[in-house]
């Protein structure tokens, strides 16, 4: 979702004059909340309401962008479809990644914002050119962020290493925000006890709130996260660790550099497209990286 914000945000600008609803789970407004004037925010809980009442409640349409294509958005496509909306859904590359992650082939994939600017500009209607705007050094942020955790375990840093991480930075005069969810604040939180100038945000802040702290931060250093997507989001450089995923899988943050992401050349890599994958020799060899390594990586083309 954080990846297609820059899209929309695109699609809008290019667009004056097109009205742009987007259709979402609500706990995914604040995304969305600085967006041109032109887009429309609808938030729905499909714990509350079935599909067929959020597709009755959805009035027509001329162009429909299918930015996720698994049967709940082809139900609203077909509905859509229907009552003379253009339908066009995204192609995510299965395939290919499945190739990847099998090591037949070692290319970089399409990113996903470039997927999802495919979409839009097969509908032949409204068109968009995205390009990234490097906005030059940030000189008057002085914060070092760092999001230590992932949704699976081939994506998370060890945490005895990335604890020396902070302690580096931490010796070294740095003012370390630490993030994380409300799961992850008991080890955040001894962190910030433990070290000098560090402070853990983790589980403290609604998902708007969290932005403006990350708008603050010269650097993060993140995984391949959702916190990587929503530091890219606020123009914030981001130092990612990458282990069992890739970069080549099309998901790195939005603006960011390649040479900013630390990962081990292996042939085992990447293995997975999402890093739920158990790692076969069950030492996640790949995140085998020195806390200096990173440290150092923060250092280069500081912001």
Request: net charge positive; with cysteine.
């Amino acid at each position: 979702m954080a990846l297609l914000v820059p899209v929309v945000c695109a699609l809008a600008t290019q667009n004056p004059n097109l009205q742009i609803t987007l259709l979402s789970q609500q706990r995914m407004a604040d995304l969305f909340a600085d967006l041109p004037a032109n887009v429309h925010f609808q938030g729905v809980d499909l714990k509350k309401k079935s599909l067929r009442t959020i597709v009755s409640e959805l009035g027509h349409y001329d162009f429909v962008a299918d930015m996720h294509s698994v049967w709940r958005s082809w139900y609203i496509d077909l509905h859509m479809w229907l009552r003379g909306a253009k339908i066009a859904v995204i192609h995510k590359g299965r395939w290919s990644k499945w190739l990847l992650t099998h090591g037949f082939i070692h290319r970089p994939l399409t990113s996903t914002p470039q997927r999802y600017q495919n979409v839009i500009n097969s509908l032949h209607g409204p068109i968009i050119d995205l390009q990234w705007t490097d906005n030059g050094p940030i000189t008057t942020r002085q914060k070092c962020g760092i999001a230590p955790f992932a949704a699976h375990p081939g994506k998370i840093y060890p945490l005895e290493r990335m604890e020396q991480v902070v302690r580096l930075l931490s010796e070294q005069g740095e003012q370390v925000v630490l993030f994380g969810g409300k799961g992850d604040a008991n080890v955040l939180d001894t962190w910030a006890k433990k070290y000098k100038n560090v402070t853990s945000v983790a589980g403290k802040y609604s998902l708007h709130e969290e932005l403006e702290q990350m708008r603050s931060l010269r650097v993060m250093v993140s995984m391949d996260s959702a916190n990587m997507h929503l530091a890219s989001l606020v123009g914030t450089r981001v130092v990612s660790i990458w282990g069992a995923t890739h970069p080549h899988l099309g998901f790195l943050g939005y603006g960011q550099k390649t040479t900013d992401c630390v990962q081990r050349d292996l042939p085992c890599r990447p293995c997975s497209t999402y890093g739920k994958k158990k790692c076969k020799y069950g030492d996640y060899r790949c995140m085998d990286i020195a806390p200096e390594e990173i440290v150092a990586r923060i250092k280069q083309n500081n912001q």
